[in-house]
């Protein structure tokens, strides 16, 4: 990409031509960014996203001490994981063509149901989670299967209910979780 336009004058009774594109060959000599952008190679927006990894990284590891700290980096996976989980429950849903708002508020919901039964042993807590999982996908699927609703009216009804529920349930207080169980 990146052709210039190169302007041609006057045609045959004086009427203007109309602009033709450069060919490759009449281009003119590539710029910083394009320089930039071959060295890093031709497919930038992939290669972005590491150049931006490392900078980030050079620049917490230049500034602090700690940034690559085994502690540090632990406390950065913990808190990257909910998110990674996340992020599979919505790209599994993208891939058979359903846009799910609900996935937050579901969280929600499980963060309360572990404050809930936490303090007991934890597959009390894993059940519990897992019918609750199977319930709201029973509703969900059919609501979209056999009331024939809509995908985004449905999971933004549900993450509304949800979010609802879950701020009813916890009484918008935290609840504390003391079982070691869960360390």
């Known amino acids: 990409g990146g052709c210039g336009v190169v302007h041609g004058g006057r045609g045959a009774g004086g009427r203007p031509r109309p602009p033709r594109w450069r060919q490759p060959e009449e281009r003119a000599s590539p710029g910083v960014g394009r320089r930039i952008a071959s060295w890093l190679g031709e497919d930038l927006h992939r290669t972005g996203l590491i ?36 992020g599979l429950a919505v790209t599994a849903a993208l891939i058979v063509g359903i846009v ?56 933004l009804g549900l993450a509304l209910a949800l979010d609802g529920l879950a701020f009813a349930v916890s009484g918008q207080q935290l609840i504390p979780v003391s079982s070691d169980g869960w360390r």
């Not at 620049?59 to 990674?84: D, E, H, I, K, M």
């Open 51 to 86: 150049v931006a990894i490392a900078a980030v990284t050079v620049v917490g590891t230049v500034s602090s001490p700690y940034f690559l700290a085994t502690s540090n980096l632990l406390n950065v996976a913990r808190q990257a994981t909910v998110v990674a989980i996340l």
């Open 100 to 155: 799910d708002f609900s996935v937050g508020a579901t969280l929600a919901l499980a963060s309360v149901v572990i404050g809930l039964t936490g303090n007991g042993p934890v597959i009390v807590t894993i059940a519990w989670l897992a019918l609750i999982a199977v319930a709201l996908t029973a509703v969900k699927s059919a609501l979209l299967a056999y009331g024939r609703m809509e995908t985004l009216i449905t999971t």
